[in-house]
């Protein structure tokens, strides 16, 4: 069981899915960061200064008026956070977004390559004798 182990984990898929999946990772820092430093302003000025992450119901428990979603949390009310579900999906479509760019990217390179490497010239090495050829050349000789 441990050498098939070994060997499921040696093989090249596997290692790649690691490695994005660490990536994706990292990136998903990144769009969080980009979200809520970069667009969420330019979206809470255009809704009027609403901040998205803050937009919750309470559903039980007391909560201070104007209070923030963390601190309605901290106190134990039970709180419907639609805000948050609303950075969420906003999150899924600027990765959703970015990915597909890298992938219409990635195929354009791809077909560029092909399309290059159609185009190339086809070098023909000279031809030598072929089989038959040796092998009467062979025979002339030992008849002689």
Do not use: C
């Not at 998903?28 to 979200?35: E, G, N």
């Not at 390559?113 to 050829?133: F, M, N, R, T, Y």
Request: cysteine-free; hydrophobic content about 60%.
């Amino acid at each position: 069981m441990l050498q098939e182990f070994k060997d499921f984990i040696a093989k090249g898929n596997v290692m790649d899915m690691a490695v994005g999946i660490i990536i994706g990772a990292a990136f998903t820092a990144i769009v969080k960061s980009m979200v809520g430093d970069l667009i969420n302003p330019f979206v809470g000025l255009f809704m009027g200064g609403v901040d998205f992450t803050n937009l919750y119901v309470v559903l039980a428990g007391e909560v201070a008026e104007g209070a923030s979603l963390e601190a309605a949390r901290e106190a134990g009310a039970a709180v419907f956070a639609y805000g948050a579900f609303i950075m969420a999906v906003i999150n899924f479509l600027i990765i959703a977004f970015v990915v597909f760019m890298l992938v219409r990217y990635v195929k354009k390179v791809k077909e560029a390559a092909a399309k290059e490497e159609a185009e190339a010239p086809v070098v023909e090495e000279p031809a030598g004798p072929s089989e038959l050829d040796i092998l009467l050349e062979i025979r002339d000789s030992l008849k002689k």
